[in-house]
């Protein structure tokens, strides 16, 4: 019979971003004694943004680029409270949820991601799809596959020529090159000029000139 040990400190995680999938999957492989580790996500399944560009260029599917996460908390012997964190209590030094009771933590942990500012940029909010949160961006993207043999022009821009902008522009003209033999464009908008590190497909990218038809920067 295993002898249980007492709990000493609660760490808390909030959000289930690539971090907190690391830092499971160390639990997992080297339990702390003592330690009580509890997940609290929206989502039990994360996507891996690691894995975006090939989900665009349609080398994966949308589940295959998740991360079961009950099946990481398991693994990691973690508690996994699936609920939305909306508020903390750092005199009580607690984690307030919209459904579950407080969540006391000794060690607080957020990986929650990010969702760019659209409100900052006129007309971006009306007209542009972002990238964060992926699950929305996933929809969004299945439906412009949809409708993009039907369209008479297709033009894509992508907003921000740093190495995930360069990989997304580039996965994309990918994807839609297959769907549509004619009048497709994808262009990158960039300030500064594309990021320096590049693929040599890609830096001829940045240059202005791309070895694949129907991309520009």
Known sequence: ?????????????????????????SFGMRPMPGVRVTLVTRDVETPYSGMLPGYVAGHYSFEECHVDLG?????AGARLIRDEAIAL????????????????????SIDIGSTPRTDDVPGAAEHTIAVKPIDHFAAEWEALLARAGKMPRLRLAVVG????G???????????????????EVTL?????????????????????????????
């Open 166 to 184: 360069v990989e997304l522009a580039l996965s994309a003209q990918h994807r839609l090159a297959r769907l549509r033999e004619s009048a497709m």
């Open 89 to 108: 209590d750092p005199t009580e030094r607690s984690v307030l949820c919209r459904g579950h009771p407080p969540i006391r933590y000794d060690i607080l």
């Open 161 to 164: 020529g740093g190495a995930g």
């Open 1 to 25: 019979m295993q002898q249980r040990v007492a709990i000493a400190q609660d760490l808390v995680l909030v959000g289930g971003g690539h971090a907190h999938v690391h830092v499971l999957k």
């Open 189 to 217: 908008v960039t300030l500064k000029g594309c990021c320096r590190r590049t693929t040599a497909g890609s830096a001829a990218f940045s240059r202005g000139s791309s070895p694949n038809a129907g991309l520009r920067c």
């Open 71 to 75: 099946r990481l908390a398991r693994f």
